[in-house]
């Protein structure tokens, strides 16, 4: 005749989980917001440089982009481990760049595509032999305007 | 008659749609920015059009970078940390006096004015590319530099803050005039 009976069918209170939704659509949104969609497959591995006076690309539909880099060790014995030229999801000789520099800019109207401009996305390990060939396909194409990807950072970063 | 109340919907699974949609755009998006430094290539010059006319040495700011991420600039051994003084020391010279807003040393062994002023670059194949972009980044710096304490001078206000056409003349006080060999081939 205990006054203080154990009570029957007791076990943790259920949480609830009625504000779940919200959460994750919070972090949808923001992954929504801060992303952008991957352009292509990445074949080659780049981590680009680091530079202090770097801008922001405005607009984005009238940028192309050229990947330099090591192939990714999956493709090691496909393309040899010397820094290789990517044009979107396949590699490329310097010498295919004018007609990769004509294709895009078939696809914009006549004046965006001279406003186009070719952003050098490429490692920080490569040497300057690519990157020049690079650069002298693009003026063979007459693309001149060019844009060296970088993160903003010290500059002491590259150096070490 | 009493109304009936519409049924709830059941949103438990809502909480399951939105994570679908998460994953989804966690794995198909990235996260890098594009931002870079951005430079215009030189014109490619007919073949028929004769070659510029020589430079006089005194306005050639030649920086030579080997294959070992060693720079020498105008014959002298130089870190990259004092590249971005020296660069603005050569272009805002003004041996000649004719340009009035530069504050330059006057030296008769540099440059005659801004717009004769030329930054030539050296490379090698071997040399690496981070090198090669820290340097330009020197030398977009000095430029900048230049151009904020002429628009400060002029305009009251930085080089970013200014309208497009007082950028333009901006611009042109300090033209900025990289030149860029064909890196040269290690033997």
């Known amino acids: 005749m205990s006054k203080f009976k154990r009570k029957t069918g007791g076990g943790t209170p259920v949480i609830s989980t009625a504000s779940l939704p919200d959460i994750v659509f919070m972090l949808l949104f923001f992954f929504m917001v801060a992303t952008v969609m991957r352009e292509v497959t990445y074949k080659v591995k780049i981590v680009v440089p680091s530079a202090t006076d770097v801008r922001k690309i405005t607009h984005r539909s009238l940028v192309s982009y050229i990947y330099v880099g090591k192939p990714l060790p999956r493709y090691k014995n496909l393309y040899g481990k010397e820094a290789v030229i990517q044009l979107n999801d396949v590699i490329a000789k310097p010498s295919d760049i004018p007609s990769f520099v004509a294709s895009e800019r078939s696809k914009k109207n006549e004046d965006d595509a001279a406003l186009l401009t070719f952003s050098i996305k490429s490692d920080r390990d490569v040497t300057m032999g690519v990157i020049s060939d690079v650069k002298d396909a693009l003026r063979e194409a007459q693309a001149y305007r060019v844009m060296y990807s970088a993160r903003k950072g010290p500059i002491g970063d590259n150096l070490k | ?187």
């Open chain 2, 1 to 187: 008659m009493a109304r009936r109340s519409a049924p709830e919907i059941n949103a438990g699974s809502m909480a399951d749609i939105a994570f679908l949609l998460l994953i989804f755009f966690l794995v198909t998006t990235t996260m890098d920015v594009n931002k870079g430094i951005e430079r215009r290539l030189p014109q490619k010059l007919p073949p028929n059009v004769a070659p510029p006319p020589k430079m006089q040495k005194r306005n050639l700011f030649i920086i030579d970078i080997n294959a070992e991420d060693e720079m020498l600039v105008r014959g002298k051994e130089m870190k990259i940390g004092d590249l971005k003084e020296a660069a603005k020391a050569f272009v805002d010279n003004n041996r000649t006096g004719e340009c009035s807003y530069c504050h330059g040393a006057r030296d008769p062994a540099s440059s005659d004015k801004p717009e004769k002023a030329v930054i030539a670059l050296k490379t090698n194949r071997k040399t690496s590319y981070k090198f090669y972009l820290s340097v330009q980044n020197e030398l977009g710096l000095a430029y900048k530099e230049l151009r904020d304490t002429y628009a400060e001078s002029v305009y009251g206000k930085g080089y970013a803050d200014l309208s497009r056409s007082a950028k333009k003349s901006v611009r042109e006080a300090y033209p900025m005039i990289i030149s860029e060999a064909k890196p040269i081939e290690n033997q």
